[in-house]
């Protein structure tokens, strides 16, 4: 039985879910779920979990994420990236410095518009559902984090080039829209702007190092060995191993006496095995959710 997280690097034009459908016939496991949407014209890091292991989702899905994006000036559209139509074209005098000034706004706390073409739901239907339709429908702002956004100083490889072109290293929270970030960066320098690329190099702290292609996964003779233990999502939080005595209460869901500060914590068996993400509260452990194989 496969448990564990498969780090894919994504190629574009999948979806996520298309990712998650071709996993499910590899290894036959039917419990399979990542963790965060990549559109289709992204690439990289997608954490695929599986078997027992899609419990840590919830937890994936919240955490920090990085990404290298390209960012075209001087063209907008109605998707925010160049996969949309063409609403505009603008003339360019953009140099660095300029564009320097613009990103020290985005950076840190700030409200974003959730663009049309996403996957919100607005009574029942999906935004791209209306926007297909040619209906546009009032958005309110939500606050994300820009941990990190500067300019590189080379074109990825594999990312257009071309006048106009910038290159962005962004780190963000949940929840960002990368696409939307170009768009607005453009619409603040006047020019407009679009996404025209986007590779994920990091989440639910995995990064690219960690990742495998899905030829590399159809070809390796035991694609179950690639798996990763799910404890590698957990990596921020300190560990703690208990004896004999509480394993049975911990597998039992009862909170356990444990000696261990305040806080969260990965809790492993006498062992070595993985059981659970818990909280300690004076000397008292609570499972927040559990992992071992029942």
């Given at each position: 039985m496969a448990n564990g997280v498969l780090i894919i690097d994504k190629p574009s034009d999948w979806t996520s879910m298309d990712v998650c459908a071709k996993v499910r016939g590899i290894l036959h496991e039917k419990r399979v779920g990542h963790g965060g949407t990549l559109d289709p014209m992204a690439t990289g890091v997608l954490p695929v979990f599986v078997g027992r292991a899609t419990r840590a989702v919830e937890f994936a899905t919240e955490g920090e994420k990085e990404y290298i994006a390209g960012l075209k000036l001087g063209v907008i559209t109605n998707t925010q990236d160049t996969t949309g139509q063409v609403l505009e074209a603008r003339p360019v005098q953009v140099d660095r410095t300029a564009l320097e000034a613009v990103l020290e706004r985005f950076r840190g706390n700030i409200l974003q518009i959730p663009p049309m073409y996403s996957a919100i739901k607005r009574e029942g239907k999906k935004l791209y559902e209306l926007a297909r339709a040619g209906k546009e429908v009032e958005r309110q702002p939500r606050p994300v984090t820009i941990y990190a956004l500067e300019i590189l100083d080379h074109s990825p490889a594999g990312f257009p080039r071309g006048e106009d072109t910038w290159y962005?290293?962004?780190?963000?929270?949940?929840?960002?829209?990368?696409?939307?970030?170009?768009?607005?960066?453009?619409?603040?320098?006047?020019?407009?702007?679009c996404m025209c690329a986007l590779r994920r190099t990091e989440a639910a702290g995995f990064g690219l190092d960690r990742a495998v292609t899905l030829e590399e996964l159809l070809a390796a003779p035991d694609p179950a060995a690639l798996l990763a233990p799910v404890d590698g999502c957990f990596g921020a939080y300190p560990a703690v191993t208990i004896g004999q005595g509480a394993l049975k209460k911990a597998k039992n869901g009862s909170p356990f006496s444990c000696d261990a500060a305040d806080g969260t914590w990965r809790v492993y068996g006498p062992e070595g095995e993985f059981l659970l993400l818990g909280r300690c509260a004076e000397g008292v452990m609570t499972t927040i959710k559990s992992f071992f194989e029942v």
């Open positions: 962005l290293r962004v780190r963000c929270s949940k929840g960002t829209y990368v696409r939307t970030l170009c768009h607005d960066i453009g619409q603040t320098l006047g020019c407009g702007g």
